[in-house]
């Protein structure tokens, strides 16, 4: 079955049990998302950093102090450190970055004797539920990790996210190269990524999906503005992944579905061997609690 | 009428078009005067014969041409007769320009010129032979494999305009062009992703109504059977029309590899100009020039 929803997605981790979750140098916001996924009985947190802070903590936040394994960590750069090497030894299910910053918890996972990198590229799905249009699950890719992805790292992206969609129950998701038009041009050179990747589809290359594009958004996600372009294929209108040129076009996206169409979302790094969660201080808590999910479905 | 499927179906067609004239720039060669007597005869286009007058009565004697059949200017010397040829196009005093015995470098120079030339201004030259191979059920259509010594991005897309439209002026409404690179898979270097990003454009009809595919080996593009064994099923088998060569030096080897063990013969003309250019050599045999100023004139 294909998770439509976030509901779904949340019975859909509840199914997998608890998994244990590393909150690398928890400060509120971290904590705050570990202790959602606990009451939603979805994650066994562990928290890694220093232990008086971590109870003083916890007593804010009115949970029960004893309730929870502590890992002792003296700094952020540690605490990643730490997470990341219970996550390399399998005494960790998923990785939620605290107060630490991302390029120290992406560095500990890319550590090569003691980190957790799997694929070429480590990317960012960031889930949208479209309560109103489509009611359906919409993933942009990448608003958050590569800045100006190359034409390699937006294949190794396509396929990280492809991988996620399979455990969401898509067979075959369908997968629009986002650019500002649908025709290819030398003036704007991600529209040329955009028909490069869409022939490496055709060949087999990249697998488990369908590819197209380039396509404008409108064409990607509305059938009438397709038809209406003249555009056909299974892609065109019924997108489920959107990978967008660059990281400001992901940014706009994401945030525009969330601040205006006022979409929940969900977000998950992908790529290394087990899902690390990099909340933002913005996010309210279905969104946490659903990142942690995701982590969770994504994976197991 | 369907799309013509022999060499002979050109100066057929063109025998029921309004006679078109013929400029020769520096007609002072045997090989030259018999083309230009074949195609006169057959009512494939006139002709004014551009050289010495007295070299070209000299010459004519001697091979048994008919002097009566063509006008000749009288001008002397090699380079004032392709300016002096070049001028009756530019004048529309000619409608097709022909190669004598002018060295290929000095015929390209007048062509190129740009004060009197007849290069239209930002406009690209390029080459188009027309094979028919006895193995091969239809005309192959092959582009460039003489003039572009290095075809970027963009020439390719002009080359394949102009390469579409001599396909049109063959019958073949919907031309299915092949972009030729080593392999089916699209791969790291610049010839495949190129072709990978012209097939795009195809896709997207930016090149009007063509079927377009790449990148494609040319066994592919050729030989149903070789799709078959390889398992290929893009939207060209074995079929194509139309080949894009990636390069120059390719093409050329492609094209000459083809006159030699082919089997078959070649018109070709050069395009771009503001009227075909005929660029036919010595080493040609006499129906490929005489179809050559037929493909002319079909595309004057």
Avoid: W
């Avoid at chain 1, 450190?81 to 605290?98: F, R």
């Avoid at chain 2, 970027?152 to 690179?181: C, M, N, Y």
């Avoid at chain 2, 930016?206 to 064994?229: H, K, M, R, T, Y």
Wanted: proline residues 4%; hydrophobic residues 45%; contains cysteine.
């Amino acid at each position: 079955m294909e998770i439509r929803t976030f509901d779904q997605l949340l019975e859909e981790a509840k199914k997998r049990g608890r998994k244990k979750l590393a909150v690398a140098f928890p400060e509120e916001v971290s904590l705050h998302a570990a202790l959602l996924a606990y009451q939603a009985g979805i994650a066994a947190p562990i928290l890694v950093g220093v232990p008086d802070k971590i109870r003083e903590l916890l007593r804010q936040a009115g949970a029960d102090v004893d309730a929870f394994q502590i890992e002792e960590a003296g700094s952020p750069a540690e605490a990643c450190a730490v997470a990341v090497s219970l996550a390399h030894d399998d005494k960790v299910d998923v990785i939620l970055k605290g107060g630490a910053q991302t390029a120290q918890m992406l560095h500990a996972v890319l550590d090569k004797d003691n980190g957790i990198r799997a694929s070429k590229v480590l990317s960012e799905c960031s889930l949208y539920e479209d309560t109103r249009v489509r009611h359906s699950l919409l993933a942009v890719v990448d608003g958050g990790i590569l800045i100006a992805p190359t034409l390699e790292e937006k294949v190794e992206a396509i396929r990280n996210t492809v991988n996620v969609y399979h455990k969401l129950g898509y067979e075959n998701p369908k997968v629009a190269v986002l650019a500002a038009v649908e025709t290819v041009t030398d003036k704007m050179p991600c529209t040329q990524d955009a028909a490069i990747i869409a022939r490496m589809s055709e060949r087999g290359q990249i697998t488990g999906c369908v590819v197209d594009g380039p396509l404008a958004l409108d064409n990607a996600i509305s059938e009438r503005a397709a038809t209406i372009k003249g555009l056909s294929g299974s892609v065109v209108g019924n997108a489920d992944i959107l990978i967008v040129p660059d990281i400001e076009g992901g940014n706009l996206l994401g945030k525009s579905m969330s601040y205006f169409a006022g979409f929940t979302s969900a977000h998950v790094t992908i790529g290394a061997r087990k899902p690390v969660l990099v909340p933002s201080r913005a996010d309210d808590g279905r969104t946490k609690l659903m990142s942690v999910a995701l982590g969770i479905v994504a994976y197991y | 009428m369907g799309p013509m499927i022999h060499l002979s179906d050109i100066p057929a067609a063109v025998k029921g078009l309004p006679r078109k004239r013929m400029a020769v720039a520096y007609g002072e060669d045997a090989h030259t005067l018999q083309a230009v007597q074949r195609a006169v005869r057959e009512g494939i286009v006139d002709a004014v014969v551009v050289g010495s007058a007295a070299k070209i009565a000299e010459v004519a004697a001697a091979s048994s041409v008919d002097t009566s059949l063509f006008e000749v200017m009288d001008v002397q010397g090699e380079m004032p007769s392709v300016k002096a040829a070049v001028k009756l196009v530019r004048e529309k005093q000619a409608d097709i320009l022909m190669k004598g015995l002018a060295h290929t470098d000095n015929y390209m120079r007048g062509i190129l010129d740009k004060e009197n030339g007849l290069l239209p201004e930002g406009g690209l030259l390029s080459h188009v032979s027309v094979f028919e191979a006895p193995n091969y059920p239809r005309l192959m259509i092959v582009s460039d494999v003489a003039v572009v010594p290095l075809p970027s991005l963009q020439d390719k897309v002009r080359i394949t305009k102009l390469t579409i439209g001599v396909a049109h002026s063959l019958r073949i409404d919907v031309p299915k062009v092949a972009f030729l690179s080593a392999s089916e898979s699209v791969l790291k270097f610049a010839s495949s992703q190129e072709a990978a990003i012209l097939a795009g454009m195809a896709v997207r009809k930016q090149f009007g109504n063509i079927i377009g595919e790449g990148p494609i080996s040319i066994d592919c593009a050729l030989f149903p059977d070789v799709c078959e064994i390889k398992g290929f099923t893009g939207r060209i088998r074995g079929d194509a029309d139309v080949i894009i060569v990636p390069n120059i030096e390719s093409g050329n080897v492609f094209y000459k590899v083809l006159c030699r063990f082919g089997g078959g013969d070649v018109a070709a003309m050069v395009t771009g100009a503001a009227a075909p250019c005929i660029l036919s050599s010595r080493g040609d045999s006499e129906d490929s020039k005489f179809y050559s100023i037929a493909l002319g004139a079909l595309n004057a």
